[in-house]
């Protein structure tokens, strides 16, 4: 009977624990599911927001496309404007001469033949009969973009053939050769040209090809002029340029050290020394001996000057700025004293890409072929006589 009783009394103790259990994992589950309530309101209300989120960020991005593409029309109208503005410039610039003056008296007459009569005592020794000089730029023609941001492209400026040769760069040995324009402009890159190597690496942008010879400039501890023969694929020549003391001839073309030229009367040199810092100097050159046949200090500037060039004995100095703007000639040396910077035109040219590395003349097609941040470009001059004394 006793253990009837213990049996009864620990199942009732039992049953209390067991209850007390059920009451405990119930209210747990109550509690987590209030927790999982709020967790579905709160996902519900942050849902809600992200969507409201969405709908402004769409709206927002829907204005700025309208804005960026009225804002690109505003853009493409002003820079039609510009360019619009630019060509009345260039034909303001180079079809409105200084108006004559009226009224004339002795004394500036005497003056004017004093200047004419020192003009005749300092001409060149070797004058020709040519006698022009730039007026303006008639046309320009981009061809493509080929090669690195600097280098040179030109022509055989005696027209001894119609073959194109690229200077790629400003440290190299090789140039590319095109049979003619025609090929140059159709090549995917270089894949039209023939490669010639060159017994050493020219130096800048300074290069011309003359009468069937590459005449090339290079630096060791002195500047030398190397005249090479593509005929037989060897040195003709080479003479070390007699003046000490080199700098880059241009303030803002660093890597052109010399700038060699071809124009009517042959093969010049443009350079500078610390001698003569602040001014460009210029030099005939005999094409067939490189000897030095006379030489200039001119008045132009090398601070801001961005490349140069000869016709006719006359030295044009293109001058632009550190961030690249519009390049034009703003001094001129003629040898002859026929032409000075105040009678010379002031001639610009139609802004494009960068800023000239070459500007090369052709005196048979009276062409400059130009190197702008790797765009190869034609400009067609239009010529006007000298002062003729």
Not at 84 to 106: F, I, K, S, W
Not at 286 to 302: A, H, K, V, Y
Request: net charge negative; hydrophobic share 35%.
């Amino acid at each position: 009977m006793r253990g009837l009783v213990v049996l009864v009394a620990l199942a009732c103790v039992a049953t209390a624990q067991h209850q007390a259990l059920i009451d405990y994992l119930e209210r747990r589950l109550l509690a987590i599911e209030d927790r999982i309530t709020l967790w579905q309101e709160q996902t519900t209300r942050y849902a809600s927001e992200l969507r409201e989120l969405k709908q402004q960020m769409v709206l927002q991005l829907e204005s700025l496309d309208k804005e960026k593409e009225t804002l690109r029309t505003n853009l493409d109208s002003v820079g039609t404007r510009v360019d619009r503005v630019e060509r009345e410039l260039d034909y303001l610039e180079t079809h409105n001469g200084a108006q004559p003056c009226v009224d004339v008296d002795d004394k500036l007459i005497e003056q004017q033949v004093t200047l004419v009569t020192k003009k005749q005592n300092s001409k060149y020794f070797k004058l020709t009969d040519c006698s022009d000089m730039m007026s303006s730029i008639k046309a320009m023609k981009i061809l493509k973009r080929v090669g690195g941001s600097k280098g040179t492209w030109t022509k055989d400026t005696s027209g001894a053939s119609g073959k194109v040769f690229i200077f790629n760069g400003t440290a190299e040995d090789t140039i590319n050769e095109f049979a003619d324009v025609k090929d140059f402009t159709r090549s995917q890159g270089l894949s039209l040209s023939t490669n010639l190597k060159l017994p050493s690496a020219w130096r800048g942008t300074g290069h011309v090809v003359y009468n069937n010879h590459v005449y090339y400039v290079t630096q060791a501890e002195e500047i030398m002029v190397v005249k090479y023969d593509m005929g037989n694929s060897s040195v003709t020549d080479s003479t070390v340029f007699p003046v000490q003391d080199h700098v880059p001839v241009y303030g803002l073309n660093p890597d052109t050290v010399m700038d060699l030229a071809v124009d009517e009367e042959g093969l010049w040199a443009i350079y500078a020394t610390r001698q003569n810092e602040r001014h460009i100097s210029l030099a005939k050159m005999d094409s067939g001996s490189l000897d030095i046949e006379q030489m200039w200090d001119t008045n132009c500037p090398r601070e801001n000057a961005e490349v140069g060039f000869v016709i006719c004995g006359t030295l044009y100095v293109v001058y632009n700025t550190k961030q690249p703007g519009r390049s034009q000639v703003q001094c001129v040396f003629d040898v002859n004293d026929l032409v000075t910077s105040e009678e010379a035109p002031l001639v610009y040219f139609p802004k494009r890409y960068g800023s000239h590395s070459s500007l090369k003349y052709n005196p048979q097609e009276q062409l400059l072929y130009a190197w702008d941040d790797g765009y190869q470009i034609l400009y067609k001059l239009t010529m006007k006589q000298k002062l003729e004394i």
